[in-house]
């Protein structure tokens, strides 16, 4: 008989950053931490109407019947970190899957996995696929991010993110403070302009993220074997850009007489224009590891 397919929602979950955990704490007691981590995540899982189908290192795919279920179990989750001391990343996605021993297939398996791993530590991304089959209470919880492209996709896939309880509160004070995307003067919202070898992007409100690294499947791809594949993400939050790095080699800032930043799994606002360096120290805009920044006024 072939196999059947059968939609589902699934939940990739990962320990961010888990090397710099062993590193810091020793591999002993890391490892303890980590099967204590994993151990309450697949309780959360099953707790939320899942199934845990398999552990991935220093994570696990979870499958759930419907996407409301496995939202609650990421928002479950990302509450739960702090108890622990670290954060997580999670993606997840809604599509056909084929059913084998321990394990599922098909492309949406891809998709799901690609999610989490461009989510920020601490980070909920979904899906488009996922956030259109949720209950409304819980789509409320979901902000869209931007495009992501993806192998063998030629369409490239919308992402959300899914706001813990803290966040959504957050984005309300916020507005009824007066934020808004308009300043005082009557200008337009703030943009961002990045350049890099003839490409260009413009980043603002309508798009609000850009992943940027070696990997093909980047927002700014950089051609460059000092760029980690994924090395940094940048964000449009609150009328500001934040360059997020998440690489080995770390991320050089360089902006106008201003001493150059370094930046190691750490975030920084970026202001003005500038240089910056992706895997080395920047010397000049030719270099294959840099990339040119311009913030402005639209």
């Known amino acids: 008989m072939p196999a059947l397919e059968k939609p589902l929602a699934l939940l990739f979950v990962d320990i961010a950053d888990s090397t710099m955990l062993y590193e810091r704490i020793g591999d002993v ?30 994570g696990l795919l979870g499958a759930f019947p419907s996407p409301d279920d496995s939202v609650r179990a990421a928002l479950t989750m990302m509450a739960a970190q702090e108890d622990y001391g670290l954060r997580l990343r999670v993606g997840i996605h809604h599509g056909p899957v084929i059913e084998g021993i321990g394990d599922l297939y098909g492309d949406a398996c891809n998709v799901a996995a690609r999610v989490q791993q461009i989510a920020r530590p601490g980070e909920i991304l979904a899906t488009e696929a996922l956030i259109g089959g949720l209950s409304p209470d819980l789509r409320a919880k979901s902000k869209l991010l931007s495009n992501v492209a993806m192998k063998g996709k030629a369409i490239p896939i919308r992402v959300h993110q899914i706001r813990t309880v803290e966040e959504v509160d957050e984005a309300q004070d916020s507005t009824t403070l007066g934020f808004s995307t308009v300043n005082t003067s009557g200008n337009a919202m703030v943009t961002l302009h990045l350049s890099y070898r003839g490409q260009d992007i413009l980043m603002s409100r ?37 360059l997020t790095d998440h690489s080995t080699n770390g991320s050089y800032i360089r902006s106008g007489g201003a001493p150059p930043v370094v930046l190691r799994r750490d975030s920084t606002k970026l202001v003005g ?19 040119a920044f311009r913030g402005e006024l639209a």
């Open 29 to 58: 007691t890391a490892a303890t931490l980590t099967q204590r981590v994993l151990a309450h995540l697949r309780r959360l899982v099953d707790a939320n109407g899942g199934a845990v189908i398999k552990s991935l290192g220093d």
């Open 206 to 242: 309508a798009l609000p993220r850009v992943t940027i690294g070696r990997e093909e499947s980047s927002g700014l791809r950089i051609a460059s074997r000092q760029t980690s594949r994924q090395h940094a993400v940048i964000d449009f939050s609150r009328e500001s850009f934040i």
């Open 273 to 291: 224009s500038g240089l910056i360096g992706f895997g080395a120290e920047v010397r000049d805009e030719g270099q294959d590891h840099v990339i």
